[in-house]
């Protein structure tokens, strides 16, 4: 599986970025998907992620609420739709995919595929 993160940039807090993780060289509809971020200086951390059925979702408490997650399996993409981006929010995104199928991918344990990352930059 290969994936390809997109859709950073920079925007004033308050404001909202949406993020889009496609796939390609196999189906993610069987795998669950993640998204994680580094800031500098810091640890790679999780931040939501999506069941490979799409009815479960999880989310870091610092972004329950101002985050969302949904996929399209039919496209093989899932996005991040962020709002209310805090100057905190400032980090290099990354989707990501666990080595096995129907692998939980709350962790960076497992995981098998990561995409190149998108820098998210927050202003105050």
């Known amino acids: 599986v290969q994936l390809q993160a997109s859709g950073g940039g920079l925007v004033q807090a308050g404001g909202s970025l949406r993020l889009s993780c496609a796939a390609s060289?196999?189906?993610?509809?069987?795998?669950?998907v993640g998204w994680f971020r580094q800031a500098p200086g810091k640890e790679r951390e999780f931040v939501a992620s999506?069941?490979?059925?799409?009815?479960?979702?999880s989310y870091a408490d610092s972004v329950e609420g101002r985050f969302n997650i949904f996929r399209d399996n039919a496209k093989n993409t899932v996005t991040l739709q962020m709002d209310s981006l805090k100057p905190e929010d400032t980090a290099v995104y990354y989707c990501?995919?666990?080595?096995?199928?129907?692998?939980?991918?709350?962790?960076?344990?497992?995981?098998?595929?990561w995409g190149q990352g998108t820098l998210v930059t927050v202003s105050s």
């Open positions: 990501a995919a666990p080595t096995i199928p129907y692998a939980s991918v709350k962790t960076t344990r497992g995981i098998g595929y």
């Open positions: 060289g196999r189906t993610v509809s069987t795998y669950d």
């Open positions: 999506i069941s490979w059925h799409g009815g479960a979702t």
